[in-house]
Nanobody, 115 residues
């Protein structure tokens, strides 16, 4: 059974930093793309950043230059380093991994940035 466990969320002041982690277990094949998405109250879930197995990255314009996605393939773990956080970054952050034709989601971790 595939399980994704996220950690690292919390409350931080504007300008602060947080590092999210997402560890995947129960996966027997290579993970293709790993990524982070977020959903703010009353808004649709949106892409934050993705990282392919080959190293290609994709970032939302709103986080470029502030967030960095990385992964540890040996540990099936993806990270999101978030710097210079803003109140508009407040949301539940979800990780997603792609394995073959399947996508798996984490349960989400809350990030709250106070002004």
């Amino acid at each position: 059974q595939v399980q994704l466990v996220e950690s690292g969320g919390g409350l931080v002041q504007t300008g602060g930093s947080l590092r999210l982690s997402c560890a995947a277990s129960g996966i027997t094949s290579s993970i293709n793309t790993m990524g982070w998405y977020r959903q703010a109250p009353e808004k649709q879930r949106e892409l934050v950043a993705t990282l392919s197995r080959g190293g290609n990255t994709n970032y939302a314009d709103s986080v470029k230059g502030r967030f960095t996605i990385s992964r540890d393939n040996a540990k099936n773990t993806v990270f999101l380093q978030m710097n210079s956080l803003k109140p508009e970054d407040t949301a539940v952050y979800y990780c997603k991994v792609n394995v073959g034709w399947s996508n798996f989601w984490g349960q989400g971790t809350q990030v709250t940035v106070s002004s």
